[in-house]
Nanobody, 115 residues
Framework: QVQLVESGGGLVQAGGSLRLSCVAS????????MGWYRQAPGKQRELVAG???????NYADSVKGRFTISRDNAKITVFLQMHDLKSEDTAVYYC?????????WGQGTQVTVSS
């Protein structure tokens, strides 16, 4: 079993920055990718950013140029640096890990951007 623990969420003013972290532990078969989804009230969960074990990244169009995903493979940790936050970034952010057998999810961390 794999556990994901997120941290770094909170309340920030529009234009501000936050950094999310997600640490994985447990029996990871073969790490393929980690990343972040988010879900705002009344909306579907959407991909924010992902990074493969080889370092390839992808981002939602809405966050390109503002968010940066990075990882520490040795510590099985993924980070999401968020700048120039907007009210529409308000959501619960979920970390995920793909170990080629299944997708694991964290419990979520709330990000609230006040305008």
């Amino acid at each position: 079993q794999v556990q994901l623990v997120e941290s770094g969420g909170g309340l920030v003013q529009a234009g501000g920055s936050l950094r999310l972290s997600c640490v994985a532990s447990g029996s990871i078969f073969s790490l393929r990718a980690m990343g972040w989804y988010r879900q705002a009230p009344g909306k579907q969960r959407e991909l924010v950013a992902g990074i493969t074990s080889g370092g390839r990244t992808n981002y939602a169009d809405s966050v390109k140029g503002r968010f940066t995903i990075s990882r520490d493979n040795a510590k099985i940790t993924v980070f999401l640096q968020m700048h120039d936050l907007k009210s529409e970034d308000t959501a619960v952010y979920y970390c995920y890990l793909d170990d080629t057998t299944r997708i694991y999810w964290g419990q979520g961390t709330q990000v609230t951007v006040s305008s």
